[in-house]
Structure formats: structure tokens, C-alpha cells
């Protein structure tokens, strides 16, 4: 299988999608500033402690966290004596169907849906649709 050497040159930082998509994000609250007339970033919060304010924008403090990134090939529901009885060779269905996108998810929340890709003899994932922010935060209050 060919690797599609547009997408992502050997070297390249892996973590340069992030700093694009900081980059979007950014230009998206530039504009959502101007059309509500305040400021969305650089706004003080109080801490818990009451003490000092702490500035929203300092996004470096949490960047380096680590997260659990996985991708979802799909699920399915069997009784427990099904379980028990799987062996070496067993085939477990799963609701996806093939060549369905793959759900890419942070500490269990949707981020993103993917397809399949094989780069130096391993599997990988070509995002093809990012979940927005806004759509993330309002996923995340609803469940």
C-alpha cells in the first residue's frame, strides 16, 4: 500500500496539526470577537481559592497533560455466556460496517472520524472529519 506523502512529509513534527488547528481556532475567536463586540480570550477567572485571577489564554499549562487517544472500530452487545465461550478463531460482529469511518475519541469523547491507513508497516488512522470545539463542549455538558 502506497503512503500518500502530501499529507505528512517523514520528520515532519507530529504535532503540528495541533499547532494548525490552535492556529483555526484562534482566527474563529477573532472573528466571533468582533461580532459580539468583547473580548472571548485574555479574560481573567477566579481561582478556586479565591485568590488570585488566573488568565483563560494560558493554554501552555496544559499541553503537555497526556490523554488516552483511541480509535473505535465498533461495539457490540453479548450475554456474559457468549464471553465465556469465545476461544482462539472465535469472530465477534460488531455493528460497523466495513469501510465505515472510524471514531477517533479523547478520554472517551468523540474528537474525530477517520479511515484505516498502513504507514511503515503500521496501522494508522487519515482523519477525514474533526468534531468543531463547539460541538465537542456541547457533547461533553450533555453527557
Known amino acids: 500500500m ?3 506523502d502530501t499529507q505528512k512529509p517523514e520528520g515532519d513534527d507530529p504535532f503540528s496539526g495541533w499547532a494548525e488547528a490552535m492556529e483555526e481556532q484562534r482566527e474563529r475567536d477573532a472573528v466571533l470577537e468582533s461580532e459580539q463586540g ?6 481573567s477567572v477566579r481561582s478556586f481559592s479565591g485568590g488570585t ?3 483563560v489564554n494560558d493554554i501552555n499549562m496544559v ?3 497526556p490523554v488516552q487517544l483511541s480509535v473505535e472500530l465498533g461495539r457490540t452487545k453479548v450475554p456474559i455466556k457468549y464471553i465465556l465461550q469465545l476461544a482462539q478463531g472465535s469472530v465477534v460482529e460488531l455493528d460497523a460496517l466495513a469501510g465505515e469511518p472510524m471514531d477517533v475519541l479523547v478520554n472517551g469523547y468523540l474528537i ?4 484505516v491507513v498502513v504507514v511503515n ?3 494508522g488512522i487519515r482523519l477525514t472529519d474533526v468534531v468543531t470545539p463547539s460541538e465537542r463542549l456541547r457533547r461533553v455538558s450533555r453527557g
Open 2 to 4: 502506497a503512503i500518500d
Open 112 to 115: 474525530a472520524q477517520g479511515e
Open 121 to 123: 508497516d503500521k496501522f
Open 63 to 65: 499541553l503537555d497533560i
Open 38 to 43: 468583547g473580548p472571548l480570550s485574555g479574560e
Open 53 to 55: 485571577e488566573v488568565p
